[in-house]
């Protein structure tokens, strides 16, 4: 029975640290760190909506304006990020996200570095846009283009083709909602 007993204690020494380090986890939660928990679940939008939620975020929303016959779907996050999805008619909210184009604002203390972090990766291509943006397609995200913003945001362009993606985020078109 001697021998036994070290077995148990170091037993009983194991189960009490894992619920030692399960209360701790439970107790501490979730702070807010913006993530996907704490986004406001997608919904729909109009145009009109959608300036509104723009004209109240501390951070700039970009969009790529009206694109025919989609409907907006709009997440917010707690940080203030914000992802704007063109559904494709038919499209249920939430669905088919390699078919929709996707616009996405990333509040960052430093859009610009991570950014440019994005531009020294081997194989990423960059291109110029307006205004001196400069616009970066990693090789790991081909189908997905940023660039850094004013107000320290880095925005994001998903598009269904590498091509379509850095062509929009390029372009004029990608801009603050207004």
């Known amino acids: 029975m001697s021998v036994a007993r070290p077995w148990l204690l170091r037993g009983l020494i194991v189960v009490l ?15 807010d760190d913006g993530t996907a928990a704490d986004a406001v679940p997608p919904r729909i939008v109009s145009v009109e909506e959608l300036r509104e939620e723009a004209s109240d975020s ?52 430093d859009a610009a570095a991570a950014t440019a972090g994005l531009a ?12 001196g943006r400069t616009v970066i397609a990693p090789a790991e995200a081909p189908r997905s283009a940023y660039f850094a913003a004013p107000g320290n945001v880095q925005v994001e362009v998903y598009a269904p083709t590498a091509q379509r993606a850095l062509r929009l985020a390029a372009s004029a078109q990608v801009r603050p909602v207004e």
């Open 58 to 109: 501390p951070f700039p929303i970009y969009w790529a304006g009206p694109i025919d016959e989609a409907r907006l779907e709009l997440t917010q996050g707690s940080d203030g990020s914000a992802l704007l999805r063109y559904l494709p008619p038919g499209t249920p909210l939430g669905g088919a996200g390699e078919t929709a184009v996707s616009v996405g604002t990333y509040p960052l203390a």
């Open 17 to 31: 640290l894992a619920a030692v380090v399960a209360l701790v986890l439970v107790l501490s939660g979730d702070d």
């Open 120 to 131: 020294a990766q081997q194989g990423a291509t960059v291109r110029s846009g307006p205004g």
